[in-house]
């Protein structure tokens, strides 16, 4: 029905930069927001950044200035991370969260409020 894949993780050295990507596909009608997370090593999952169909972006406190979300208006359901001045413990799996998804299931328009996980990204900044 609908997935979301994420790319673009790998090993970078401190104070680098990184492009993460993220790709939501399937039988979509609209997606209210697509949000950045990621869980370090032995940590919790926490919120990195957002943005929702308006394209109002907000971002966490640990990265404000340093990463950048951006949508791209020519690929549906498609964001981007740029990540710059990267830290060691910017070091995470990074997932992307479809929300508020829309989509056609045979003859029934559903939606799925808690959207939809990509399997994650792996980022590892090396100091």
């Known amino acids: 029905q609908v997935q979301v894949v994420e790319s673009g993780g790998g090993l970078v050295e401190a104070g680098g930069s990184l492009r993460l990507s993220c790709v939501a596909s399937?039988?979509?009608?609209?997606?209210?927001?697509m949000n950045w997370y990621r869980q370090p090593p032995g940590k919790e999952r926490e919120w990195v950044a957002g943005?929702?169909?308006?394209?109002?972006?907000?971002y966490a406190d640990s990265v404000e200035g340093r990463f950048t979300l951006s949508r791209d208006d020519n690929a549906k359901y498609t964001v981007y991370l740029e990540m710059n001045i990267v830290r060691p413990e910017d070091t995470a799996v990074y997932y992307c969260?479809?929300?508020?998804?829309?989509?056609?299931?045979?003859?029934?328009?559903?939606?799925?409020?808690?959207?939809?996980w990509g399997r994650g990204t792996q980022v590892t900044v090396s100091s």
């Open positions: 399937g039988n979509i009608v609209s997606i209210n927001g």
């Open positions: 969260n479809a929300n508020g998804v829309k989509y056609v299931d045979g003859e029934n328009l559903r939606t799925s409020i808690g959207g939809y």
């Open positions: 943005i929702i169909k308006s394209g109002s972006i907000n």
